[in-house]
């Protein structure tokens, strides 16, 4: 267990600061999402704004001191920046390193140019699933839309019986898969194994991905038949260079930190002997941190020096890698700072009463949680830092596969019917030029279909694990 962990299950442990009773905690739960909800969809405030002012109003509405508020507050966003905010960063280099290089668009060419017919949804599924590993929603979706629409317009293929499939591959990586942010902040904030987590991730991803993928994308071209806009193909980021990193190079990079990570978690089932020498290396090159910045400093050579990169320009790309997630760190940052004030007015105690009360398996109340915070935040980040806040206490006494489902119970909560107040819906709904009710038929069905399979082979697993 990490020296985080450790810290975090202390806090867990601490007396609340308030002495309020659970009547007086849960209406002050339910204002403090309110108000973060309200901040965020109707007064359009940046999350951590909204997530830092909901703070300090949860502590107030749960009648504890301010300077007490301030300090759960501060503490909270201090330990989750520690933990995961090195590991968002070196994520954000590597998947600039592989869009800028062109390796994103070798591993497209390459799946595509042996592809043809009806095997091209699966074809598209697998290559979202293997760039959005690394890649944030967001660039995924900006890499991945030139290559749906080219593909869809060449072909003479629905847009939909190609895109779905791709965006169906983004969303699951984005919210079951470390080291994405909501599931890294899940796992720290439950204290769950991440190499354990990872692998029950790959377990539940690949049925969720393939029924809300090539599946569902047969519905949704029936629903929606649409071709691909003409103005909305962007130029791909590889077209303008001379030369790109080779396939098996860019997919040994991309796949490098998986494989570490999972051998750890391998070796301490197997071994299980903290004294063994070859648990010892696995548990240090197996590190979240070892293992992605050994990606990093690996992808600097296959990647951007296949690329004829100079160091000047790579070091440019890890330069320009940085500035866009100031924003995400700052919402993480702030989730766990709400998180840790949520623990600290004694909300665990009151939702394992509830939970006992009411006889809601832990799994499904997790999930249960993040889908209302999703629906109404829109934010499958905020819906998972706040949901992980909430179960944290649950998570005391459970096995270590336990803990790492009850993490995968709130990432498939957390993508729960997109809807308008959803960045990603307006994405969607403009790239492919489609309509609000359309993008409702598809992106948001196709979002609750993985939010569902997910939480339901999570229980699935609940019950032979």
């Given amino acids: 267990m990490t020296s ?32 973060i909800v309200l901040l965020i969809t ?50 954000a280099i590597l998947g600039k390193l592989l869009a800028d290089s062109g390796g994103a668009d070798q591993i497209v060419d390459t799946i595509l140019a042996r592809t043809s017919g009806r095997a091209m949804p699966w074809a598209m599924v697998l290559i979202a699933s293997v760039i959005g590993l690394p890649l944030f929603f967001e660039v995924g979706i900006v890499l ?25 591959g983004l969303s699951v990586m984005h919210g079951l898969i470390p080291p994405h942010p909501g599931p890294l902040v899940a796992i720290d904030a439950l204290g769950a194994n991440l190499g354990v987590t990872l692998a029950l991730g790959l377990v539940v991803a690949v049925p969720t991905v393939i029924i809300a993928g090539p599946v569902f994308s047969r519905y949704a071209a029936r629903w929606v038949d649409i071709k691909a806009p003409e103005n909305m193909i962007p130029v791909r980021p590889s077209e303008d260079l001379e030369k790109r990193p080779g396939f098996g190079a860019t997919v040994a990079t991309v796949l490098l930190p998986v494989v570490l990570m999972l051998v750890k ?29 050994a990606a990093v400093i690996v992808g600097m050579f296959t990647l951007g020096r296949a690329a004829g990169f100079t160091k000047e320009r790579i070091s440019s790309t890890v330069e320009k890698s940085l500035a866009p997630i100031a924003g995400v760190l700052l919402i993480v940052g702030a989730g766990g700072g709400f998180k840790q004030t949520l623990i600290d007015i004694g909300v665990g105690q009151m939702i394992l009463d509830f939970s006992k009360s009411w006889s809601i398996p832990a799994l499904l ?13 829109g934010s499958a980040t905020v819906a998972t830092i706040s949901a992980a806040g909430l179960v944290a206490p649950l998570a005391e006494g459970m096995s270590t596969s336990e803990t790492a489902l009850l993490v995968l119970a709130i990432g498939a909560g957390s993508l729960f019917f997109s809807h308008v107040n959803d960045a990603g819906f307006w994405l969607v709904k403009e790239y492919f030029g489609m309509t609000v009710g359309q993008t409702i038929k598809t992106w948001s069905v196709m979002e609750t279909i993985i939010s569902v399979v997910g939480i339901v082979v999570v229980l699935l697993l609940s019950l032979v694990l």
Avoid at 9 to 14: K, Q, S, T, Y
């Fill in 4 to 35: 985080l962990s450790v810290e975090i299950l202390a806090a867990d442990a601490a007396e609340p600061i308030t002495s309020a009773g659970n009547a007086q905690l849960g209406i002050a739960v339910l204002a403090g999402i309110a108000l």
């Fill in 42 to 91: 109707k007064f359009k405030l940046h999350a951590f704004l909204a997530l830092t002012i909901g703070s300090l109003a949860l502590g107030a509405f749960a009648g504890a001191p301010l300077a007490d508020t301030i300090k759960s507050f501060t503490t909270g966003l201090g330990n989750t920046v520690a933990g995961v905010g090195v590991l968002i960063a070196l994520g």
């Fill in 144 to 168: 991945l839309i030139p290559v749906v629409l080219l593909v869809a317009k060449r072909g003479n293929y629905s847009l939909m019986r190609i895109g779905i499939p791709a965006l169906a």
């Fill in 265 to 293: 978690a391998l070796v301490d089932i197997v071994v299980d002997d903290p004294d063994n020498g070859v648990q010892k290396v696995t548990d240090v090159i197996g590190s979240p941190l070892i293992a992605l910045l």
């Fill in 365 to 377: 109340l997790a999930w249960l949680i993040a889908v209302a915070i999703r629906l109404a935040t």
